[in-house]
């Protein structure tokens, strides 16, 4: 049997944190060695820092484990898995990449820097090739990797088998689940009984990341798709899932039977990671569906369902944003990473 890789969890007590803590317990290929959070959670054992908010009982392979600080010389880890916010991260994710760590990051501060990768796998898997232009240009031993925002994720793997009827523009309305505003992101008394219309950063995100995310990789640079995206999200009173009308123009006119055709086919073969779902996208022909509370499990949370698919062309899509929108998209990149001898 290989010899596990060991993974650290920096931020490993806030709710994406405890995400990771779910992807990583039982992971065949991954070990949790290390969980780190906040000067006010090191010291404790992990059942103690972190408030529980699952719904499965905390793993026992973790409950005692002692939290230590986000700092390089204390983690001992192969690869960091980073659910640190985003101000905190582009301090620290860069000071674990100098120290020589693999650093899977969910957080948005790297995102748009031109020689991080930015990866869905089944998106643009060879954007990874910027790993070598970052190490160089920044003479790092070790490197960052990014997963998009959670919104973006479930948009962009859409609109990817879309690119071959000539992609011109997108518009996106999003209804987001509160789970993607963290424990304490919105108030219950802001949210209950309403709908907030905006949330901050959140359109800007979804518009340059897809740019990124389906541009073209030349070897030393990447070059942003010419495609237009107009984003308005909104914050609903879901709990997991975030749903997104999308209205699609392409040059070449698909009719809604060959877009349901193009999302069919859609499943690219990353080589049967572990968390790689059976199928990326799952087509809902029912009228009212896709539904979060019906849908956001499918694929162990890591599929993005899509239906209503309509002349336009629109249609909606549904994912997990703490699964699929996070924790797992971040472990997808690490199994692949691991799959290509980068680990």
């Known amino acids: 049997m290989a010899k596990p890789i060991k ?18 317990a039982d992971h065949p290929w991954f070990e949790i060695s290390c969980l780190a959070a906040s000067g006010r959670s090191a010291g404790k054992t992990y059942e103690d820092a972190a408030n529980w ?54 957080a948005s501060a790297y995102r748009m820097e031109k020689d991080v990768p930015l990866v869905v796998p089944e998106v643009n898997a060879d954007h ?49 689940a509160i789970s993607g505003a963290g424990y304490e992101g919105v108030p219950s008394m802001a949210i209950l009984d309403n709908v907030i219309p905006y ?26 798709a010419d495609v237009r995206v107009s984003a308005s999200c909104n914050r609903v009173p879901v709990m997991d899932g975030h749903t997104e009308a999308i209205w699609a123009a392409m040059s070449d006119d698909p009719t ?49 369902s899509v239906g209503r698919i309509r002349e336009g062309i629109r249609y909606i899509a549904m994912g997990h944003n703490t699964i699929r929108g996070a924790a797992g998209a971040s472990v997808l990149n690490a199994e692949l990473l691991h799959k290509m001898g980068k680990l």
């Open 256 to 304: 809604p039977a060959d877009v349901r055709s193009a999302f069919l086919n859609f499943n690219p073969d990353l080589g049967d990671l572990p968390t790689e779902p059976e199928k990326a996208l799952i087509v809902r022909d029912e009228n009212d569906r896709p539904q979060p509370r019906l849908d956001r499990n499918m694929g162990r949370g890591m599929s993005v």
């Open 128 to 176: 990874l090739a910027l790993i070598d232009v970052q190490q160089d240009g920044r003479g790092w031993d070790g490197y960052i990797i990014t997963n998009p925002n959670c919104s973006t994720i479930m948009m962009v793997m859409t609109l990817k088998p879309l690119m071959k009827f000539g992609l011109e523009s997108v518009n996106v309305a999003t209804m987001q």
């Open 7 to 24: 993974a650290g969890i920096l931020g490993a007590t806030g709710a994406v944190g405890q995400r990771f803590v779910e992807a990583l």
């Open 53 to 106: 908010r699952l719904d499965f009982p905390l793993p026992e392979t973790v409950a005692k484990k002692e939290v230590v600080p986000v700092d390089p010389s204390k983690v001992d880890a192969d690869v960091v898995f980073s659910a640190l916010p985003a101000d905190y991260a582009k301090t620290v994710e860069a000071e674990f990449a100098k120290a020589g760590f693999v650093v899977a990051s969910n």
């Open 199 to 224: 949330i901050g950063g959140e359109e800007e995100k979804m518009e340059s990341e897809t740019l990124k995310l389906l541009g073209d990789f030349d070897g030393e640079k990447i070059t942003n």
